[in-house]
């Protein structure tokens, strides 16, 4: 399905693409701005159809242990276009053919009126693009006749479009996190005890490192980070149920003083690099104070080492939005890799 999807959509960016950046070819810089924001330019006409259809779209939640969205959207009026049009995601929202309004301006400008108009006619009405304004940016033109016509035409592309934004993401989090500093020496070290070898930011410190059990805990504070890695001989999980509760008792088993809590505790079917793996969602707390958080984690076996590995991330950032930092945990945690012999 996704590769039908993407045959589909793609020359509509590649369309698009042309007829927009033929508005201006300055050197670009990086995209600015929080990875997890959305900035929406609308008018009050359109913004409650723009806002229906996005929230199709980016309807992801995780609890921490609050709800909280992975894409936090802000609304911005036309007239503040030329001040964010550079930020990492943007998305600009017209319905109707009023002219007069700021959006439908907008985006006739964007497109042009022979493609604007038709948007208005049921075609192209999901116009998507990268690095528009800004490298490593995401910029999309939603125009449609009515809300109802711009649902339908998200039918089919929802999954897609949100993938396009979590990706770019990833891009910029492994940009952030490895592209300069990294602890190069510490990771060599842990390459020369294990089969596996794995990305360490700077800032970052391997806390706990034992050969004898294969488990290695990484952290770092503000906010409180941590990943750990763990493998076994063999495939330790053979169903769901053995698998889940490898999931729930392993913190309590290497941690001692955290364990999960039953609250919104997720599994489901993953690829994690190219492993077929169970992904844990879920929420963990302290057995000793008034502490917790989200966690994350993955269970797999690699033929080439016969090894079960588990891989667990969680995050402690009281009364801040945590789903960034999570996105981050996730960047580095893929960043695991069996060694070639």
């Known amino acids: 399905m996704r590769k039908i999807l993407s045959q589909k959509i793609i020359p509509i960016i590649f369309f698009t693409g042309m007829i927009l950046t033929s508005i201006g070819c300055d050197i670009k810089r990086e995209a600015i701005g929080a990875d997890d924001e959305i900035m929406v330019i609308t008018d009050n006409a359109s913004k409650e159809a723009i806002t229906i259809a996005l929230s199709s779209i980016f309807n992801d939640t995780i609890y921490t242990p609050k ?80 809300v109802d016509d711009l649902m339908s035409s998200l039918n089919g592309k929802r999954e897609w479009i949100k993938e396009q934004f979590d990706e770019k993401m990833k891009q910029r989090q492994r940009n952030f996190l490895f592209k300069s500093a990294r602890h190069k020496k510490e990771e060599k070290a842990l390459a020369e005890k294990y089969p596996w070898s794995i990305k360490i930011p700077w800032g970052w410190e391997v806390i706990k490192d034992s050969v004898e059990a294969h488990f290695v805990w990484l952290g770092r504070e503000m906010p409180y980070q941590w990943i750990t890695i763990h493998g076994e001989n063999g495939i330790i999980a053979t169903d769901s149920t053995e698998a889940a509760n490898y999931a729930i008792s392993f913190p309590s088993k290497y941690f001692e003083h955290i364990q999960t809590n039953p609250y919104k505790f997720k599994a489901e079917l993953a690829e994690f690099n190219h492993w077929n793996a169970w992904h844990y969602t879920g929420v963990w707390e302290s057995k000793e104070d008034a502490k917790g958080g989200p966690f994350a984690s993955y269970l797999f076996y690699d033929g080439q080492t016969d090894k079960s590995y588990y891989i667990f991330t969680l995050l402690h950032f009281p009364q801040k939005r945590k789903n960034l930092y999570m996105r981050q945990l996730d960047v580095i945690a893929s960043s695991f890799a069996i060694q070639e012999k």
């Not at 700021?102 to 108009?117: F, I, W």
């Not at 038709?118 to 490298?135: M, W």
């Open 67 to 146: 709800p909280e969205s992975q894409y936090k959207l802000k609304y911005v009026d036309p007239v503040g276009y030329n001040g964010i049009k550079e930020i990492n995601n943007v998305i600009i929202g017209s319905i109707g053919n009023n002219e007069l309004n700021p959006s439908t301006k907008l985006v006739m400008t964007l497109l042009g009126e022979d493609r604007y108009l038709k948007s208005l006619q049921g075609k192209d009405q999901v116009v998507f693009t990268f690095d528009q304004f800004a490298k490593n940016q995401v910029f999309m033109i939603l125009s449609a006749n009515s």
